[in-house]
């Protein structure tokens, strides 16, 4: 049976079929939740026109992805915002399907990879804090922190980053850049340390904004019906409950 269908059995409508209960039994509880918002809010004919023809266009898309590609996008969608390393990712029900999920949903435009991940300092953030003092190593990059006097060449690379914080490293590698640009009208030291922290960070996921606010606007218009057919969920923090079914 189709997703959507399996999200109105959810809803109890009408008892689930041999078929339905052998599909259904393997997938996890948010799926499940996230499944039935989506149907509820698209069987009501008073949001069609909330829904443009790009909002469809997602839906159609997640809709027709594999049962592991839906498990990772709802997964992502409820981390928060932003990049992610894919090495990060670790669900037991996706296993070692990871890589054919994170391919499926980035050849729908339902998720972003590392290609789209220009930002110099999103990717500094997300190096853990070893690579980046090994970044500043291997660039001769030191923050006013990390200075040793009375030491130069190989010696003051060695200890240029030692007892420097994470912050503070990313700061001065910053500086560095935007100096190098300032005084060559180049890209100067940028690229290289951009591609080098890159190639650290391995395969790096998010999901796309324009993706995201559709799938919360989904779920904001299954909060307001909710609240509508129970007065007494308008004082409960009903928004909080639909957030933690998923």
């Known amino acids: 049976e189709s ?13 689930p079929t041999d078929a339905w209960a052998t599909t259904y039994h393997h997938i996890p509880y948010y799926l499940k939740n996230f499944r039935f918002i989506l ?13 443009d023809e790009a909002d469809m266009e ?4 997640f809709l027709s992805l594999s049962d592991d590609g839906q498990k990772l996008y709802v997964r992502l969608h409820n981390r928060r915002k932003g990049w992610h390393r894919a090495s990060k990712l670790d669900y037991s029900e996706i296993g070692a399907n990871m890589p054919a999920a994170i391919a499926e949903l980035s050849s729908c435009g339902l998720l972003e990879t590392e290609e789209k991940m220009n930002d110099l300092e999103t990717i500094l953030r997300l190096l853990p804090a070893p690579d980046v003092k090994e970044l500043g190593k291997t660039f001769r990059i030191q923050s006013s922190g990390s200075k040793k006097p009375g ?3 190989a010696a003051a690379a ?3 980053t030692s007892g420097t914080g994470k912050q503070d490293l990313v700061g001065a590698i910053l500086r560095h850049c935007r100096q190098q640009l300032s005084v060559f ?15 650290v960070l391995g395969k790096c996921v998010q999901v796309p904004a324009a993706v995201r606010d559709v799938f919360t606007r989904l779920v904001h218009l299954f909060a307001v019906a909710s609240w509508l057919d129970d007065d007494s969920q308008l004082c409960n923090g009903s928004s909080t409950v639909i957030y933690n079914l998923l």
């Open 185 to 199: 009208c180049a890209s100067g030291t940028e690229a290289p340390v951009k591609k080098r922290a890159k190639a």
């Open 39 to 51: 149907d509820s809010v698209m069987g009501d004919d008073d949001n069609n026109d909330l829904l």
């Open 3 to 15: 997703p959507v269908a399996v999200a109105m059995a959810v809803g109890g409508e009408g008892p």
């Open 58 to 61: 997602v839906i159609t898309s």
């Open 158 to 160: 060695a200890t240029m």
């Open 151 to 153: 030491k130069s060449g």
